[in-house]
């Protein structure tokens, strides 16, 4: 590192802290030391024998092992004299040659008051963007109904006319995909309530496998269920079968109908803590009790093209999409759905070697029927 360069890091006015792949501290700066002064990290040191210690050490040594990491991550971890300290920071991979060295965090201090007025105004903005969706929805949707009325009626009479019939025919195709676009808007921008009951994660996924197979009869779908026997996780079934639903539609469309598309089942452990991501209670490997706990593991890997590297970070964004006839809803969806069962979704892809979807979710989360 030059001269120049260790100034610019030394006098940052945030903390950082790099961390290679094995999870040794490669370099930690003056104030993000003065800031983790309550759990002092030094340079040298091993982050994953100390992932027990608080919720930014176990974010950190679980990040090395994801491929997707959250771009804001909120914690509280144990301040000086027994105050809890609310940390705000984030994640950005290590690179020093081609490939994934490590991972990268750059942290602030961040105050209570800080903390409430930007919670209240993301509030407020969320709110806002709610009303204006279904404000939009209702103004767009009375009009495309009357056109779709109007057109019914034009169809009736057009029958001998058969230009005029196929104008009109492509007309009533596009005000349902107008009414298909808003409702998955409004989908999106709805708050997720679930529906919590116990059920068969392995028989769920044989289900909606079994769909997708007569809708894509060119492709190969399989499943490997690594336990062999049931695998049971608390959730809303209707939006847990959603959201893996979106997941292998978009496997399959991207190996255009005609790949193959394995699912594995099967179950890991992992520390688990309530942080916030992006300024909302979510889960980074979620859960409440700050213990080892068990997670069910869902892997969905295809032999497609893959995900450029230049837009990967995109495609968890709502409205990005790559396809024609995309809304780009669909997987930012699927992860609205699994962070709201407290659990994670990540992702990692290879140009010319597919994509591989990765869900996990707290086998013990909530309380199903």
Do not use: W
């Not at 890991?268 to 979510?282: C, E, G, I």
């Not at 968890?316 to 809304?327: A, E, N, S």
């Amino acid at each position: 590192m030059s001269h120049i360069e260790g100034a610019i890091l030394s006098s940052f006015r945030a903390g950082i802290v790099a961390i290679r792949s094995d999870g040794t501290v490669a370099y930690i700066n003056p104030i993000g030391a003065k800031i983790l002064e309550g759990c002092s990290l030094r340079k040298g040191e091993n982050i994953h024998p100390r992932s027990g210690e608080n919720v930014f050490f176990r974010v950190l040594s679980e990040a090395l092992t994801m491929n997707y990491l959250p771009t804001r991550v909120e914690a509280e971890l144990p301040g000086r004299d027994g105050e809890r300290q609310s940390l705000g920071f984030t994640l950005a991979v290590l690179k020093e040659s081609e490939g994934k060295d490590g991972i990268c965090a750059f942290f602030k201090d961040l105050t209570q008051v800080e903390m409430a007025e930007e919670s209240e105004n993301l509030k407020e903005r969320l709110m806002m963007l709610g009303q204006m969706a279904a404000g939009l929805a209702h103004e767009i949707r009375n009009p495309i109904a009357s056109i779709g009325v109007h057109a019914s009626i034009l169809r009736s009479h057009l029958s001998e006319n058969e230009k005029l019939l196929s104008s009109v025919k492509m007309m009533s195709q596009e005000i349902e995909k107008v009414d298909y676009i808003i409702r998955e808007c409004l989908n999106f921008v709805r708050p997720t309530e679930l529906e919590l009951r116990q059920i068969r994660v392995d028989r769920l996924l044989d289900e909606i496998i079994a769909r997708m197979i007569a809708l894509y009869p060119e492709m190969d779908f399989s499943m490997q269920n690594a336990v062999g026997g049931e695998l049971k996780v608390a959730a809303d079934t209707a939006l847990l079968e959603q959201a893996l639903t979106n997941i292998l539609v978009n496997a399959a469309d991207a190996c255009h109908g005609k790949g193959t598309v394995t699912v594995f089942v099967g179950t890991s452990r992992h520390f688990t803590d309530a942080v916030r991501l992006n300024r909302k209670v979510a889960m980074i490997l979620p859960g409440h009790s700050g213990k080892e706990e068990d997670f069910v593991r869902i892997h969905i890997r295809d032999n497609g093209p893959g995900i450029p590297p230049e837009i990967q970070d995109r495609i968890f964004v709502p409205f990005f999409t790559t396809k024609k006839t995309g809304t780009g809803i669909g997987l930012p969806l699927a992860q609205k759905i699994v962070h709201a069962h407290g659990g994670v979704l990540d992702m990692n892809s290879e140009v010319g070697k597919g994509t591989e979807f990765i869900i996990k979710i707290p086998m013990r989360h909530g309380s199903g029927r």
